[in-house]
């Protein structure tokens, strides 16, 4: 992919960034002039996109050639999207057994900004028309999912990730900052957490966390599904074997606590 003109837009400039990575990838080594002529582009253009880059750790400087590489910035982003493979691969036999055992959607959540994003999803026995939530960023404090995630986190964090009005999406959503608080302090002390109604009229949820090997907290697992199979007598047994799960996954991603 190579980018002609000068424009100094924002937009030209993410997609100069982009293709010199892009170079480099491929060549392994290149010093600035060889960059700008492959961008055509001017040399002082192509020294600020890898001067930027660089400032990053996106890329870095050879010495003794003076050409340029990529950086240890892209293995820690690499290193990133592979933790999030490596928990979706290792927590998908674990899921599909549990969604076969309560018969209800099963789905893997990760903390990623200021919301959870949902990395796999599996279909129960007794789920209808199902919405794909892969791929998708829910709200913390409305769901199940969120609140275990919320339950990992530091106080300042909490506030920081709490920061704002909290949307309410149906009468049943919880919009303030201390009740929030409240039940997340509950789903840390009993180790898992539930939502009904909450995000969606008629849809229960209940979730538990996932550890990674230094026991520190990684993604939550959840299983939901309409509250008139999901009842108030029945949650007690589905977060017992969700919490189970919870902790085999834990331990295939090498977690031996308790």
Not at 77 to 84: E, M, N, Q, V, Y
Not at 178 to 199: I, K, P
Request: charged letters at 20%; glycine letters at 10%.
């Amino acid at each position: 992919m190579t980018v002609n003109g000068e424009s100094g837009s924002t937009i030209q400039s993410v997609d100069r960034a982009l293709t010199v990575l892009q170079l480099l990838a491929r060549y392994g080594e290149l010093g600035v002039t060889e960059i700008a002529t492959k961008l055509k582009v001017h040399k002082s253009t192509a020294f600020r996109l890898v001067t930027t880059l660089e400032s990053h750790d996106l890329v870095e400087q050879h010495t003794d050639r003076g050409k340029y590489r990529l950086g240890v910035g892209i293995l820690q982003l690499a290193g990133a999207t592979t933790a999030k493979l490596d928990l979706v691969q290792r927590a998908k036999p674990v899921s599909q057994r549990l969604a076969e055992i309560v018969g209800e959607t099963v789905n893997i959540t990760v903390l990623s900004g200021h919301e959870a994003l949902y990395v796999d999803q599996v279909a129960g026995s007794a789920a209808l028309q199902l919405h794909n939530w892969v791929g998708q960023r829910i709200p913390l404090h409305a769901t199940s999912n969120g609140k275990v995630l919320l339950a990992t986190v530091s106080g300042p964090r909490f506030d920081e990730l709490t920061t704002g009005p909290l949307k309410r999406f149906t009468d049943k959503t919880v919009t303030s900052r201390e009740t929030l608080r409240a039940q997340v302090d509950e789903a840390r002390r009993r180790g898992y957490a539930v939502a009904v109604d909450e995000l969606e009229v008629g849809l229960t949820a209940i979730a538990a966390p996932i550890c990674g090997a230094d026991g520190t907290v990684v993604g939550s697992i959840s299983a939901s599904g309409p509250g008139f199979r999901i009842t108030a007598d029945r949650i007690p047994d589905v977060a017992a074997k969700v919490v189970a799960a919870g902790r085999d996954v834990s331990r295939r991603l090498g977690w031996h606590g308790h």
